[in-house]
Structures are given as C-alpha cells and as structure tokens.
C-alpha cells in the first residue's frame, strides 16, 4: 500500500514539474517571438 | 483530435522555439547570403568555394711546486675583525683542460655555457720552472654594522647585525700539456657512440711528457655575524645577527696530458693534409703511404694537499643578566666547499666537463646540462679518435703515473650555541637554519682514449626556479643497442684487436663525519614556563669510489640527487619517454638514477652511504688483453695512487642555554642540515665510453622539474581550399615543428595521397622520395623549437571516384546546388617521422579533408565543346568571347532609414553564342570613400548562350554605426570565362540611395527568394546572416499565444469545477 502512495505522489510531482516547465516554455516562446517583432519592426531597439 | 490540439497548443511552439534558440549561434556572420532563381537550362547557383588564406716526436718535463692558500672572510658582529684576506695571485696561462667551470650564481642567471675539452691547441712545452704561491682569494665585505657591546644601565639594549659573506677560491693548473696531432678523423655515425673516430697519420708520431708537481693548498674562508653580547641591561634586550655564507671553491689540474687529434685542411686528400715536415719535427716514410705510428708517452708524478676550512657562524651570542624581556635571533648560516682535484689526468682523444653550479639566492630559468652534454658529444665526432690503417696502423699509449693526494676539508655552519641566562623578564632565542655542505672530487690517475665524461655538480642553496634539462637515458644504453655493434666490430675495425692493459695499485682512506645538530638545549630553573623547539636535523654522507677501473667501450649514467630542502616538481621521462614521476620522498631523501652495461672487469664501484668513516684499498687489476701483433692499438697504463680524504661537515642549531630566568623562557632551533659528498675516481681506465656523472644536491627550495630531454616532432596538414572541382588542383600546407627539448635526428615527412590525386609540385626545396602514392621528404635533423613549412600542390584527377561521401549534416549546413551531381570526400594524411624516441607520438599525423565535388553540366559541357569544335574549329581552340549584360535595380527611391532592407535584382544576360564559365557576380558597397562596406560573390556557373539568370535579393542595413547617414552606391559586375580560359566581364552597374538619421547597425541580410516564371527551380538556399525572416517567429508568436491562452481557459475551468463543487 505504502508502495503505491509513493507511485501516485511520484507521479503527481512529475506532473507538476511537466506543468510548471511546459508553462515557462509557452511564456519564454511568447515573450521571445513577440520580442523579436518588435526589433524587425523597429518598435524597440536592442542596445548595442 | 486532442492530439492535433496539444501538438499545435505545446509541441510545435517549443520546437519552433528550440530550434530558433539553436539555428541562432550556428549562424555565420557573412554579409551576404543568397538564394538564386535561375532561368534557362537549370544550372548554376552554388556559393563561391573562395579560395582563403592563404706531429713529431715532443718532449715535454716539467717539475712544479705550488703552495696555493686562499683565505677569505666575512665577518659582522664579535669584534668586529674581519679575518684577512690574504693573496697575491699568479696565474698561470695555461689552456685548462679538463675544463672545471665553476658557476656561482647569487641573484643573476647563472650563464651556463657549454665549454668542452680539450681544445686542440698546439703543444705547449713549459718545461716548468717551479711556479709558487698560487692562490686565490676573494673576499665579499660584510654588510650591516657590528655593536658588539656591554651595556650595563636602565635603558633598553640592542644588537643588530647586518649579513656576511665569504668566498674563498683556489683555481690551480700545473703541468698542463697539449699535442695535436695531424690526423684524419671522421665521426661515427651515432654522436653517442663512444668516440673511436678516425686518424690516419701520414707519418710517425711520439709525443713524450714527463711531469713532477707538488701542490699545497690552503683555502680558508669565514662568516661570521655571531659572537655578540649584552649582559646587565636595565630594560629589555634584543640581539638579533644577520644571515652568513662562506664558501670555498678549489680546483686543482696537476700534470695534464692532452693529445687531440686535429682535422687537416684537405680531409681525404692525404696530399694537404698536414705531414710531419710541415710541423716540423721528424721523418719517417714519406714516400709510403701507410701511417706510420702515433706513440704517445706519458709519466706523471704529483703530489697535492688540500686544506679547507669553511665557518659560516651567526650564532655564539650571549644576552644574560638583562632586567627586562630578552630575545637573542640568529639569522641563517650557509657553510659549502666544493674541492676538485685532477692529479696525473692523460686524455687521448677525449672530452672532459665538469660543471660546477652554486645556486646561491634565486634562480630562475632552465639548466640545461644537456645541451652540454651534446656539446661534448659534438666535440668528440671533430676531435674523436678512430685509428684506420687496418693491419698497418699502430697506435701506443702508455701512461705511468704516481700520484699522491691528501684532502682535510672542514665545513662548519652554526647558528645555535648561545646563551640567555638570569634575566628578569621573559627570554627567547630563535636560532636561524644551519647547512653544511661538501663535494669533493678526486681524479687521480686517469687515462682516458677515445671517451666522453661529463660531471656536472649542481648546488641549489637558495631558491631555483626552472626545469634541469638532462640526457636522456637511452643515449647511455649499450653501443649494440644502438648501432648493432658493440666491443667485436670496434676490435674487427681495427684489424688485430687493441691492446688494453692496465696495472693498477691504489691505496684509498676516506675518513668522512657529517653532523647536524639541532638538540642538546638547556632551559632550567625558569621563573614561568619554559619550552624548547627544535628544528629537523639531517645529514648525510655520500661516498663513491672507483677504484682501479678498466672500462673498455661501456657507457654510464649516473646521477646522484640529495634532497634537503624542498623540492617541488617532477621526473620526466626517466622510465619512459612520456614517463612522469612523482617525487616520493621530497625531502631528506637521496636517490640515484643508474643505467649501465654490464659490470666492467677488474675494480670495483662502492657506494658506501651513510657510513662514516670508510677507508677502501684497491688492488692491481689488469684486463685480459689479446696477444699484440704490433700492428693495431696498444694502450699501456701502469698507475700507483694513495689517496686519503679527511672530511668533517658539522651544521648547529642547537646547544642554547637558557637558564635561572625568572619569567618564560623559550628556546627555538631552525633546520640543520649536512652533507658532505666524496667521489673518488682512482686509477681510473678509460677506451671508448660516455659516462655521465651528475650530483645535484637540493638544499634550498626548487620548484620545477627533472627532465631527460627527447624531442617531440609535430606536423599538421592544411588545405587552402574546402572545396574542389574535380580536375582542378587544390594547394596544401605541411608545417613541421620540433616541440621537444632536444634535437631530432633524421626526420621525414610523409604526406599520402589518395587514389585519384596526383602531386603536382611543392616549394620546399628538400630531397623526395616516392613511393607508391606516399611522398617522402628527408628533413635531417630538427633542433629544438625548430619549425617550418611548405606548400604541396595536389592535383585531383577527373576520374576520381568518391571514397567517402559527405554525411547527412555536412550536406545540411554546407552549400549545395541542384547542379552539384556528385560529391564526396577525400582524405589527405601527412606524417612525421625520426630515429629518436619521442616524447609524444600522438601529434606525428594531420589529416586534411577536402569535399570533391562533380558537376552534372561537365557531361553536358563536354557535348557542347564537342559540338563547338565540329562547328567551328576542328581540332582547335574556339577563342569566341561570351557577352555579359546586366542589369540591377534597388527598390529605394531616395533614402532609407538604418534597420531597413534594400531590395535588389541583379539580372544577368549571356547575349553571346558562346557559353560563359564560372560566372560570378560581384556586389559592393560603397558611400564617398573609396573603401568597400563588403563584396558579396554569387557564383552562377556556367551561363549559357541566351540564359538570363536573375537575383532577388535583400540587404539589410542593421543599426550598429558603421553605416553612417551618407549617400551610398552600389556597384555589381559579372564575371565568366570563355572556353579558351580568358576572363570576360560585364559592365559595371550602379544603384544609388541615401541612408538617413537613425543609429541602427548594417549588417546585410538575404532574403531573396524569388522564382521567375518558367525560370526553373530554386537551387537552393542558405542563411548566413544575424537576423533571421519573421515568419517562424510569428508563428511561434501565434502559437504560444494560444497555448497560453488554452492553458488559461483551463486553470479558470478548473476553478469553476472546485467552486461548484465546494457550493
């Protein structure tokens, strides 16, 4: 039995850590790509 | 469906933005970048493979007596007296051979310079006069002030003496004979092969010596900063001496007898070279051809005496009595005496070194004794010794020698001894380091023909940093080793074997005492607590004797390491040649390194350590000599010796007093160490051997390592070009390098070609073998550090077939054309090989990798060549010039800001009926100076008769500040070849446009993709530039947006669930 709650809060950890990274990929590809627009549109410059 | 949601909602956005993050750094920062469209019959559109980068019968007697006395003394602190100096000096001029080179290095580079004996100097004939009084001595005043004083009152009481050092010298060259004979000599192959060069004497030659000396030396040298007191001191009381160093350095050369053999003018033309006549002495056969004897004789008799006392003292002080708190702190004391004696040395065709190197303070940089030893190995292949002459040659040396050598060599180093009795307040004495050091040498009787010896003796008393560079061990290995000859092809060469007979008698008393003391400390009846430290005490006596010695064609190394101080590094290449030792037992601890045939007959080699107190006796021994038939070689030596060596080294830390005080007392001892070193070499024989003697003893600090030098030769192979058009040649570049520290004998480099590849020529000029399709150029020897390089031309034949094709991801980043029907690629191996061991073998090969590629149009242009020389010319060249015409057009209309893209089109016409060959077009930028912004190169091919080929284009002004707000042009120009190889070009065409305000950077960009009707296909395409097409980045925009969104929407839906249900 002992066995098995530590499979499922295993399980529920992975999962966690799936959501949390999957998230910051989303935001990191969001943030990143609209970035990028707005330097090839000359809305913001990166300094050099 | 769910699965077409989440890949377009989570897998797609992190791919797309995974793969952005990784095409990012891979892309190249060219200028240009390019995607072609091409029109006509579907060629061209391939990025440039640029091309980058780019005698007579001599008598000689001499009788000699020499009292030689040396004194020197340095001395602070006592009263004050400096201890004389006495020495009126004469010097005799007289070529020193042996060599003794004496180094002392106090602050500065020592400056070891390889200085070989003997030099082959005509016959000296002293017929001596009895020269007296030979001494010399140096003496080094003393800094600091003494205050020796007894200052009884209230106030406070101090001594403090500055450093002191002496030097006594004694160099002492007495019956020093030199013959040269005219003689022919060539070398042996192998310079570490014992040196039984070659002479051939035109004529007859004796030469005689007859030598008497008696030497008497007194070498005395003092420094003492000790001996100080303050006794009844009303308030406290410091005595502190400065450090102390005395030294003496004898060297003694006594009856000396040289032959060397001298290389006439006309080696190999017996006619000038030089014949008894011309030297004027004697005759004998000049009208035969064959040599006549070389007869040399000598008769030694000496008698020397060596007197040495070495004080070195910082301590004897006394600060007693004293009503407040009293130190006493004596500084370091150094104590050494390095005495050499040569008593009755006769060398025939030899090399003799020793080095003498006193590391005194600090040192840094390499010691490189075997440069020295190369040296001398370089000397014997001039000045070695073979005798030619086959059955006719006959060559005598016989050698009489008595000699007589009394050696009383005293060394004391003392810092303890003092005293700090009855004070009132606390006491301490601090006693500095004490070292005690003595190498004597005894060379008495010894009769060298035809052999290399080399001592060195390196003293490291102060601080050293840097490598010891010595030879390697596989130089000392047994001749047959080395050349596959060994003692029985020396006697065949010879024609009858020579004679080798020796009569020996010695008797050898050595009587040496080492001491160090850091103990036998008192502090008793202290008022408070008392505590006595005492510092490490070590000595050690090396003794080694050979005694009554007959080598005959045997090489020796031998290297004694005594470490005393510390000694931070390692041992390189002893056991292997990219061997790397670690030093165990890095101080107090003494090692040998031994390589050496098999035991020589007769004597006997003692290493007698640590004892104290040795006495050895030789005996008469003889080598088995073959019967003579009076025509080859004969050396004859019959040698008494009585040799007796009385050595005391004594270092002192300890015996401090330090009683009845009524406060604390303390007592502290510094370090003692003593060593005293004794090599005795007695009626020692000696015929065609190299023997290494070394003795490095450590007692100060050393940081770096012990390295047997092997050299380490190095090649890499370069091609100037990535890319070739098969049936085009392809230049490569071979650089060799010697990164080892020691020369490189017969060195080759091989460079193999492949099948399909043919060597078409190379600028360096050295000898080549072939072999197959390996190319092999003999380099000789490379020294040390030695580099170069040359250039390899290297055809690649049109039938070359592929070997290795180009990989997945070579193709993928790598720039392709549709046109492009075969590519691969071939191997070029370059190799570097020498006789030596190495110390890496790992860096002997390069590779160099070239992609061949084949053109599909070759088949087709080899039809329409065909079809040309039906038509026009039959058989001939067709000299027709293709025509280009082009036309460029931008989109700008007056100006453009920085940060934007220029649009080009570049339209290239062939309006000729001839084809045009590697077609390139070039496109500049320029503002009002004359320089370029960049040239980007598009490379077209061929371009046929009627074929337009257009270019769409983008360049992208990037905001960095080069491009300044200015007036720009742009000027492009087509390129081609005819068929006859002439180089045809377009003309030039401008474009014009403004760039206004903005500080944004220009870096051009590509983005031409463009595809005219019916034009055929895109060819292909690739992405140099720093910014990339927004496209993927709206998508990857657009997709995350709706991930987020979707991954919102659910959140919010799950709370609505958990709100639901909590209601």
């Known amino acids: 039995m002992a066995d098995k709650k530590i499979g499922v809060k295993v399980r529920k950890v992975i999962a966690f850590i799936y959501e949390v990274c999957f998230y910051m990929a989303l935001l990191i590809a969001f943030f990143f790509s609209f970035y990028k627009i707005l330097t090839y549109y000359g809305i913001f410059t990166p300094p050099v | 469906m769910i699965l077409k949601k989440k890949f377009f909602t989570k897998f797609l956005p992190i791919f797309l933005s995974l793969l952005l993050a ?33 005698p007579p019968p001599t008598e000689t007697t001499e009788t000699t007596a020499v009292d030689g006395s040396s004194s020197a003394g340095g001395v602070t602190g006592g009263n004050s007296e400096d201890v004389s100096s006495q020495s009126p000096s004469v010097t005799p001029e007289i070529t020193p051979s042996p060599t003794v080179d004496t180094i002392n290095s106090g602050g500065s580079s020592p400056e070891v310079t390889p200085s070989v004996s003997p030099s082959p100097l005509p016959t000296v004939d002293n017929a001596g006069d009895p020269v007296e009084n030979l001494s010399l001595g140096t003496t080094e005043p003393a800094e600091g002030e003494a205050q020796p004083t007894i200052i009884p009152g209230t106030g406070d009481s101090a001594i403090d003496t500055g450093n002191a050092d002496s030097l006594a010298t004694i ?26 060069g070659e002479t051939e004497c035109p004529n007859g030659v004796t030469i005689e010596n007859n030598n008497f000396s008696d030497v008497a030396d007194i070498a005395s040298s003092s420094a003492l900063s000790g001996g100080n007191s303050i006794t009844g001191s009303g308030g406290d009381a410091a005595l502190t001496t400065g450090e102390t160093v005395a030294g003496a350095n004898v060297n003694n050369q006594v009856n000396t007898n040289l032959v060397a053999f001298e290389e006439p003018a006309g080696i190999g033309n017996s006619a000038e070279a030089a014949t008894i006549e011309d030297l004027g002495i004697g005759s004998s056969n000049p009208e035969s051809n064959e040599p006549g004897p070389v007869v040399v004789d000598n008769q030694n008799q000496g008698f020397l005496v060596n007197n040495l006392v070495v004080v070195s003292d910082s301590g004897q002080n006394q600060a007693s009595e004293n009503f407040g708190i009293t130190t006493v702190a004596t500084g370091d004391a150094l104590a050494y005496a390095n005495l050499v004696n040569f008593l009755n040395t006769n060398l025939v065709g030899s090399n003799f070194g020793i080095y003498l190197i006193n590391l005194m303070d600090n040192f840094e940089g390499d010691i490189n004794l075997d440069q020295i030893w190369q040296a001398i190995a370089k000397q014997a292949e001039k000045e070695g010794m073979k005798i030619v002459g086959d059955k006719n040659g006959f060559f005598l040396v016989t050698n009489d020698n008595q000699a007589e050598i009394k050696n009383n060599v005293n060394v004391l180093a003392n810092t303890g001894v003092n005293q700090a009795n009855a004070n009132g307040g606390q006491t301490l004495v601090n006693t500095g380091d004490a070292i005690a050091l003595a190498n004597v040498l005894n060379f008495a009787n010894l009769n060298l023909v035809g052999t290399n010896f080399f001592f060195p003796i390196v003293n490291i008393m102060g601080s050293f940093k840097g490598n010891l560079l010595l030879p390697r061990p596989e130089k000392f290995l047994p001749a047959e080793t080395l050349v596959g000859t060994g003692n029985t092809q020396f006697f065949t060469e010879q024609g009858s074997a020579p004679v080798f007979e020796n009569n020996n008698s010695a008797g050898v008393k050595s009587n040496v005492n080492t001491a160090a003391t850091s103990g036998d400390n008192q502090a008793n009846n202290s008022g408070g607590s008392a505590g006595i430290t005492t510092g490490d005490a070590v000595s050690r006596t090396n003794i080694n004797s050979l005694v009554n010695y007959q080598v005959l064609n045997s090489n020796w190394f031998f290297l ?129 051997s190299n023997w290494f003697f070394g003795l490095i003893n450590i007692l100060g600090g050393w940081q770096g390592n012990m390295v047997f030098t092997y050299p380490d030769v190095t090649t890499s192979l370069v091609g100037s070009s990535q890319r070739v058009q098969v049936g085009d040649s392809a230049q490569y570049t071979v650089y060799y390098q010697n990164k080892g520290l020691d020369e490189a004998q017969n060195v080759t480099l091989e460079v193999d070609l492949p099948e399909g590849l043919h060597y078409s020529g190379d600028n360096s000029g050295l000898p080549l073998t072939v072999n197959g399709q390996i190319y092999r150029w003999i380099l000789g020897s490379l020294a040390p550090g030695k580099e170069g390089s040359f250039v390899v031309t290297v055809g690649f034949d049109n039938d070359l077939s592929p070997t290795e094709p180009i990989s997945f991801w070579s193709r993928l980043f790598a720039v392709h054309a549709a046109e492009i029907a075969e590519e691969f690629r071939v191997v070029l191996a370059a190799s570097i090989d020498t006789s030596d061991q190495e110390s890496n073998t790992s860096n002997n090969q390069s590779f160099a990798i070239t992609d061949v590629y084949k053109l599909a149009s070759e088949t087709n242009q080899t039809t329409v060549e065909d079809n040309h020389h039906q038509i026009v010319e039959e058989g001939g060249i067709d000299h027709r010039q293709p025509i280009l015409e082009l036309s460029v057009w931008n989109n700008i209309n007056t100006f453009i800001y920085p940060g934007d893209t220029i649009r080009f089109e570049i339209i290239v016409k062939n309006i000729s009926d001839v084809p045009s060959y590697d077609t390139v077009v070039t496109h500049a930028l320029y503002n009002s100076v004359p320089e370029d ?37 742009t000027v492009s120009q087509a390129f081609g070849y005819a068929r006859d190889d002439s180089e045809v070009l377009s003309e030039r065409v401008l474009t014009y446009f403004e760039i206004r305000l903005k500080e944004l950077i220009p870096v051009f960009r590509v983005e031409a993709k463009e595809k005219e009707e019916d034009s055929g296909e895109v060819l292909g395409n690739f992405y140099c530039g720093i910014e990339e097409d927004l496209l993927p980045y709206l998508l990857v925009f657009l997709l995350s947006s709706l991930g987020l969104i979707e991954k919102s929407r659910r959140a919010l839906a799950v709370k609505k669930k958990i709100r639901n249900k909590t209601k």
């Open chain 2, 22 to 54: 990784l095409v990012n750094p891979l892309a190249v920062p060219l200028i240009y970048a390019q995607e072609i469209a091409d029109v006509g019959v579907g060629e061209t559109a391939s990025a440039d493979p640029s091309a980058s980068p780019t």
């Open chain 2, 171 to 196: 160099d002492t060259q007495v019956n020093d004979n030199q013959a040269v004979i005219p003689g022919q000599m060539s070398s042996s192959t192998d310079p570490c092969v014992p040196p039984v």
């Open chain 2, 560 to 688: 004694t390491v005594n470490v005393f101080g510390d000694w931070l590094g390692k041992i390189l290449g002893w056991t292997a040649p990219d061997s790397e030792e670690e030093v165990n037992n890095p101080s107090g601890g003494s090692f040998d390194f031994k390589l050496s045939q098999p035991k020589p007959t007769g004597g006997s080699l003692e290493e007698i350590n640590p004892e104290i107190g040795v006495e050895a006796t030789g005996e008469t021994g003889s080598t088995p000599s073959p019967a003579n038939d009076g025509q080859g070689a004969m050396v004859l030596n019959d040698n008494q010796a009585e040799i007796e060596s009385r050595i005391n080294v004594s270092a002192n830390t300890g015996s401090n007093q330090a009683n009845d005080n009524q406060q604390d007392t303390e007592i502290k001892t510094g370090k003692a160490k003593a060593l005293a070193n004794l090599f005795d070499f007695i009626n020692a024989n000696f015929w065609g």
């Open chain 2, 933 to 969: 912004f960049g040239i980007g190169e598009f490379y077209l091919g061929t371009v046929n008769p009627g074929e337009r080929v257009v270019l769409r284009f983008g360049m992208y002004l990037m905001n960095n500040g080069i491009l300044k707000p200015s007036h720009y042009r």
